[in-house]
């Protein structure tokens, strides 16, 4: 049997996160639970304590190490900087034969996702749309990887890469160009796309919320209250 594994980083900011997804995905795939599937995290600034409340959550986890970071980022540099940086460490875990790198703190799982890990390319991301550029690069928030590029070359390569806006994004769509399978929309359906005339809520599995998240408060979030309470759904 294939070994299979989830991954992820999480800061202390973004546990009420965390709490919904693992309470979304195990509702709707209590197989994971039976199966034993592996969620390494990497605890960019969580205390003893965090990491404690959160292995109460899911059964399974396994804390992974930061690696140093070749050199600091500047403000500019990087949208989201050291976080950005961490989530190509799925890069470098050899032990398991699929990882599957997900954004953990802004998604909530609707429905089963056991087909995601049946999937067998070499690595697999969804396609990002937003109202002004529509159909873009491929969304960081959900990569599949199964042997061929998590290595020690090309980790090292990925980790030294020139830092970019949107960094682990932006590096992943270069280096591997022409390269990533297309996943279907629904595994990584982003909140933005209520206005893809393509894209269709009512499949989506997996919700991810770019940008603001839903327990903030922010401009124009009466739009999206109607995907924010799938959210709402399971934090209660």
């Known amino acids: 049997m294939k070994k299979k594994c989830l991954f992820s ?8 996160g965390f709490k919904v997804f693992c309470k979304s995905l195990l509702h709707n795939n209590p197989w994971l639970k039976e199966t034993k599937v592996d969620f390494l995290i990497i605890p960019v600034d969580l205390s003893p304590e965090e990491m404690a409340q959160c292995e109460g959550l899911y059964p399974y986890i396994k804390w992974k190490k930061k690696d140093s970071i070749p050199r600091p980022f500047k403000e500019e540099e990087a949208k989201i900087g050291e ?14 034969d699929l990882v ?16 995601l890990f049946s999937f067998n390319p070499d690595i697999g991301m969804v396609q990002g749309w937003t109202p ?18 998590r290595n020690p070359q090309i980790y090292n ?6 830092p970019t806006r949107l960094h682990d994004q932006d590096i992943l769509n270069n280096k591997f160009k ?4 297309k ?5 990584n359906f982003s909140k933005r796309m209520i206005d893809c005339p393509e894209a269709k809520e009512s499949e989506a599995k997996i919700i991810h919320f770019v940008g603001e998240k839903p327990w903030e408060e922010y401009n124009n979030k009466e739009k999206y209250g109607n995907i924010e309470e799938r959210w709402h759904e399971y934090n209660k």
């Open 183 to 187: 996943l279907p929309t629904y595994f």
């Open 132 to 149: 002004v550029a529509k159909w873009q690069q491929y969304n960081g928030g959900l990569v599949l990887l199964n042997k061929k590029y």
């Open 100 to 115: 599957i790198s997900i954004d953990c703190s802004d998604m909530v799982i609707i429905k089963p996702i056991g087909e």
């Open 9 to 16: 980083l999480l800061t202390s900011s973004h546990i009420i």
């Open 178 to 181: 022409n390269k990533i399978t």
């Open 157 to 162: 390569e990925l980790r030294n890469e020139k």
């Open 83 to 96: 976080c950005a940086f961490h989530k190509l460490a799925a890069f470098s875990i050899y032990e398991y």
